[in-house]
Nanobody, 128 residues
Framework: VQLQASGGGLVQPGGSLRLSCVAS????????IGWFRQAPGKERYWLSS????????YYSNSVRGRFSISRDSAKNTVYLQMNNLEPGDTAIYFC??????????????????????WGQGTLVTVSS
């Protein structure tokens, strides 16, 4: 059981990137998937989550309107479309899955402890 995040890179301010999170050995559509980021010297910060069966999408206030989460069940992949990127978005981005269904039972999506399976991270650098 694993997640593979990709799609990071160097982008200019105002640019866009789409991150991918590919799930292996489990059906991602059956579980909540979240995206987090961690900048140097800072704690891991929740960005967005998509509920199991895509029954809901949730965003932190800092990215609502700029980022969009989605699924492609056929590819067992969850995406994070990031638009109008800012230098403050520079960080390592992680995807995570809630295989224990904690988010389903308590409706809390923003806490890292709700997720038990993590990808390795992909670096996003926003700079001119």
């Amino acid at each position: 059981v694993q997640l593979q995040a990709s799609g990071g890179g160097l982008v200019q301010p105002g640019g866009s990137l789409r991150l991918s999170c590919v799930a292996s050995e489990f059906r991602a559509n059956d579980y909540a998937i979240g995206w987090f980021r961690q900048a140097p010297g800072k704690e891991r910060y929740w960005l967005s989550s998509i509920a199991a069966r895509s029954l809901g999408e949730y965003y932190s206030n800092s990215v609502r309107g700029r980022f969009s989460i989605s699924r492609d069940s056929a590819k067992n992949t969850v995406y994070l479309q990031m638009n109008n990127l800012e230098p403050g978005d520079t960080a390592i981005y992680f995807c995570a899955a809630d295989l224990s269904l904690l988010t389903y039972s308590n409706g809390i999506y923003y806490q890292p402890g709700q997720y038990d399976t993590w990808g390795q991270g992909t670096l996003v650098t926003v700079s001119s």
